[in-house]
């Protein structure tokens, strides 16, 4: 393809499928860089902190905050104030002047699922048609990333500011492969502020045909034991939904799998939640966990339920499977006790969670973790999780998409 023809994103998929894994995103931002004459392309991928992008490159080192590992390079970004946060947030590309280039910059997102951003400098101010193809472009680089990621620990890598511990090792496996969905009738993001002392939290997510299930634990202790504890809850849990058991039963199933299988006196604490996207009614199995949080017409309150013991406790015992009451417009955040910590007790989630009411789940969870390190001075004592899901109700249909992300789900919930 000669230069200035525009973008072809079908010939940027087959130059990735003929490259390693590993050099899938340099094949996409040197063929990128031919298509529209740019002087330079990048891509920053989100760091697992939430709080940074991390630019990936095989570059020399020099830059402050720059990681190398053999030839790769990964400069870490700090996020707050910079045009990076102003482009996720908005997942809007942003266009300027520097210098005799121009730069553009452009979100990667898939279903909501914030990657990471491209970064583009021109000779000339780029047209509205080039930056529309930029964007098409970036969305499909989403899909490279998700794909290549499968074959090789570069992206796993480069989003590792800072090093994990072994039981944070083990806890990052049971988390979903993406933290934020956006679908028809509901969008939902979840973020795990881990202590210094792994505590072993967990959240996870899946959709089938019919329904969404959702599930957030806490496993009692923390480091390697709590982690092994975490794993498994969430293995019992995967095993039984997958092998078709109703919420009742994989609920069972977990607290039978923990009574057998770890050591006596652990215990998981946590909460099933499974919508029926047909009739838009949910139910709820509470094992011991605190109450989610509802925003509804501006007004934050808790969610009662009936508690039963925690899984792992009494599996002779049944669990109880409740109504939870669900209408369009509702935000509901579910949490662990960490963000009730002693000494996050300066923390008012009810609070937060109202003055976030313009924001996108996946800032809503952000802004509610860098609220508890706030309160506790980064001395998080252990684990902060929260899933944040925005109900809009209706019946199942397809999702208003733009290049990832749906364009009227960057504020709050709708009716």
């Given at each position: ?5 525009g973008?072809?994103?079908?010939a ?7 490259a ?38 095989t ?21 707050p ?15 300027e ?29 780029p047209?509205?048609?080039t ?6 472009a ?62 072993g ?16 634990t ?63 009614s ?31 406790v ?27 910590e ?7 989630v ?25 309160a ?14 925005d ?25």
């Amino acid at each position: 393809m000669e230069r200035g023809d525009g973008i072809d994103v079908g010939a940027l998929l087959e130059l990735v499928e003929s490259a390693p894994p590993v050099d899938a995103v340099d094949a996409v931002a040197a063929a990128l860089a031919d298509m529209v004459g740019a002087r330079e392309v990048s891509f920053l991928i989100a760091d697992f902190s939430g709080r940074a992008v991390v630019r990936l490159s095989t570059a020399a080192a020099g830059r402050d905050g720059t990681r190398s590992s053999g030839v790769e390079r990964a400069e870490t970004v700090p996020l707050p104030g910079s045009r990076f946060e102003r482009v996720l947030r908005s997942q809007l590309p942003e266009v300027e002047a520097v210098g005799d280039s121009w730069r553009v910059t452009v979100p990667v997102t898939d279903r909501g699922d914030a990657i990471g951003l491209i970064e583009l400098l021109l000779p000339a101010e780029p047209s509205a048609g080039t930056v529309a193809e930029v964007r098409t472009a970036a969305h499909a680089l989403g899909y490279i990333v998700i794909a290549a990621r499968r074959h090789t620990d570069l992206f796993e890598w480069g989003q590792r500011s800072a090093p994990f511990a072994l039981a944070a090792e083990i806890q990052r496996r049971l988390l979903p492969a993406a933290y934020t969905c956006e679908a028809g009738q509901f969008t939902l993001a979840g973020w795990l502020e881990p202590a210094a002392s792994v505590g072993g939290d967990t959240f996870d997510y899946t959709l089938d045909r019919g329904c969404l299930h959702l599930s957030i634990t806490d496993a009692v202790g923390h480091q390697v034991p709590a982690s092994l504890l975490a794993t498994l809850l969430v293995g019992a849990l995967r095993n039984g939904r997958r092998r078709g058991l109703d919420l009742a039963g994989q609920a069972t199933n977990a607290g039978t799998a923990l009574a057998q299988e770890a050591p006596p006196g652990q215990f998981v604490t946590g909460q099933l939640l499974r919508i029926d996207l047909g009739t838009g009614s949910a139910a709820i199995v509470n094992a011991g966990h605190p109450f989610p949080l509802r925003l509804r017409d501006g007004r934050v309150e808790e969610v009662e339920l009936a508690i039963d013991p925690p899984f792992g406790v009494t599996p002779e015992a049944p669990y109880r499977v409740q109504s939870f009451p669900l209408e369009p417009g509702d935000r509901l955040v579910f949490l662990t006790d960490g963000m009730q910590e002693r000494n996050a007790a300066t923390l008012d989630v009810a609070r937060a969670l109202a003055e976030t009411a313009d924001l996108h789940p996946r800032e809503v969870v952000h802004a509610l973790g860098a609220a508890v390190l706030s309160a506790t001075g980064g001395d998080l004592r252990d684990d902060a999780t929260m899933v944040c899901l925005d109900w809009y109700g209706g019946p199942q249909r397809p999702r208003e998409t733009e290049h990832g992300a749906d364009p009227g789900r960057t504020s709050a919930p709708r009716p």
